[in-house]
């Protein structure tokens, strides 16, 4: 799992919200906001993890563990980045404007995952 990144909890989040507004019919365009909130509590969840994860750590464990370029750029902070370590970027969303298309995008960007 990963904040940021093409296949990325924050690119998931904002690809529904900005799909939403061109969807047919009312039930879809809230079941695409029902999906980008989901996909914001996934955005916290993975965020509780990481802080707890590194909560404490000594400057020697975060250099053995290979974090010490993350934690010299964002400190104890939650950045959104691929598991890269890429920083996000809203080039990798995508909204078309026509519903079928974005669909079809949604069911592949999710099928990633599997």
Do not use: W
């Not at 370029?69 to 995508?94: D, E, I």
């Amino acid at each position: 799992m990963q904040k940021g990144g093409a296949d990325g909890e924050l690119g998931a989040t904002l690809r529904y919200l900005s799909q939403k507004f061109t969807m047919v019919t009312p039930e879809a365009k809230a079941t695409l906001n029902d999906i980008a909130t989901e996909e914001l509590a996934h955005l916290e969840m993975m965020g509780t993890i990481v802080q707890q994860l590194s909560q404490g750590l000594t400057k020697e464990q975060i250099i053995a563990a290979g974090l010490d370029p993350y934690y010299v750029n964002h400190g104890l902070g939650v950045y959104p980045s691929s598991a890269a370590g890429v920083p996000f970027s809203a080039t990798c969303l995508q909204s078309k404007g026509d519903p079928i298309t974005d669909l079809y995008e949604d069911m592949a960007a999710d099928a990633a995952y599997v």
